[in-house]
């Protein structure tokens, strides 16, 4: 094969794969508006923990109509369920809404593991959306797509790349220009976007963002970049009162951007499936990792809060209780107690570009009990973070 064949080859491939990504990327934003979680009457009621009376005393107060839909079923968004719970008096609220004040650190948290195909994004995308819903304090959570193959921003993102919003690596390279008046910290806020989650905003990723490792090399070589691992640190750090928790979604590889997601985090999980090519591919990485540290250390890094493994694509068997074993054996005070489990809806949700908390129940489109069962489990492994962080904040305000 000549190299104009070899060309003209990978320029169909290309163009193909162009045309492919335009029309899933249109015909997701056609299918943007229903992806906000709704809830029935019985729903909001088990959410708030209100009897029906007081529901619908302040749905009435918040001026919404629950019955404004053309069957008139009893139904509201998400977004209003939280201004239902915003009208609420102390006495009525699960828990009080969160101030982290001056004491209680912002909390990054990277989900990294080399191995491709082990659920960092499912897992970073189940975490954020949990910590945001499922916890009555309205934490402000951030997510953070560092991988080019933008499959998190597709959740929640779906049309930032097509409209031209700024991407993480856009922000990274300084891919933009200020206005009169604007500061670097207003484009960085303005590039966190709004989900359907009304306390979660994403800093999605671009496609173009994998040119980011020739930039990074071009910046080096010239003396152009100080320190090469604290771009994403200084993102977030002119951005910090605006979260409390954020998640970092990472790329399957040991780039720049893997070691910026390192060195912005205060804290590790490592996603580990529960095989034995994923396992022994774990641990080639683990028996690397300390020569990434070495490097971080050397650069400025304070040191991780947390560091554990959390076990994914748990099945029940016979096999997997074996490779569980031998796991606990080497691994077993870094491993989460929680194992995020395979589930047919985890899968049906994800093809809807959802996590379990995007949606309710009444919402899922196949067999409830199963919905309730994977909703049930991720909220155990999304639990285990948020008790984690709040260790950590009753630390800090115990110094």
């Known amino acids: 094969m000549s190299k104009a064949n070899t060309t003209a080859i ?73 201004k239902v ?76 790349e097509l409209d031209d919003h700024l991407s993480v690596g856009d922000l990274m390279m300084k891919n933009y220009d200020l206005d009169e008046g604007e500061t670097h910290q207003d484009v960085v806020s303005s590039a966190f976007l709004p989900t359907t989650i009304p306390n979660l905003r994403i800093l999605p990723a671009s496609q173009t963002d994998r040119s980011i490792e020739g930039w990074f090399h071009e910046k080096i070589f010239n003396g152009e970049i100080e320190n090469p691992y604290e771009l994403l640190k200084s993102i977030i750090d002119s951005v910090e009162q605006e979260f409390d928790i954020i998640i ?24 580990l499936s529960l095989t ?47 490779l569980q074993n031998k796991v606990e054996e080497h691994f077993g005070r870094f491993i989460f107690s929680k194992e995020f489990k395979n589930s047919e809806a985890i899968k049906q949700c994800s093809a809807y570009l959802s996590s379990v908390f995007d949606m309710s129940k009444s919402e899922y489109p196949k067999t409830k009990s199963t919905f309730l069962a994977a909703h049930q489990n991720a909220y155990e492994v999304t639990s285990q973070i948020m008790r984690e962080i709040n260790n950590l904040w009753r630390e800090q305000e115990n110094k």
Not at 18 to 30: E, T
Not at 249 to 270: C, E, H, K, Q, R
């Open 10 to 82: 990978f320029q169909e491939l290309k163009e193909n794969a162009d045309r492919y990504r335009h029309r899933r990327n249109s015909r997701l934003l056609l299918n943007s508006q229903k992806e906000r979680r709704n809830f029935t009457r019985a729903e909001g009621i088990a959410y708030l923990d209100l009897d029906g009376k007081t529901l619908d005393k302040y749905v009435a107060m918040a001026e919404i109509d629950p019955r404004r839909h053309e069957d008139s079923q009893w139904s509201v968004d998400i977004s209003e369920i939280y």
């Open 85 to 160: 719970r915003d009208l609420l008096p102390p006495n009525l609220r699960r828990t009080p809404k969160f101030v982290r004040g001056d004491k209680r650190e912002l909390q990054v948290f990277v989900i990294q593991n080399q191995k491709g195909g082990v659920g960092k994004t499912i897992s970073a995308v189940t975490a954020a959306s949990g910590l945001a819903t499922e916890f009555h304090e309205e934490f402000r959570v951030g997510l953070i797509d560092l991988d080019g193959q933008r499959t998190a921003s597709m959740y929640y993102a779906p049309e930032a």
């Open 248 to 271: 970092i979604d990472t790329p399957p590889s040991l780039g720049f951007m893997t070691y910026n997601a390192y060195f912005a985090a205060s804290s590790v999980i490592f996603p």
């Open 276 to 322: 034995e090519n994923d396992m022994d591919a774990t641990c080639s990485y683990f028996s690397y990792i300390p020569h990434v540290w070495t490097l971080l250390k050397n650069a400025g890094h304070p040191g991780y809060d947390v560091m554990k493994i959390l076990l994914t694509n748990h099945k029940e068997s016979a096999a997997t209780t074996e």
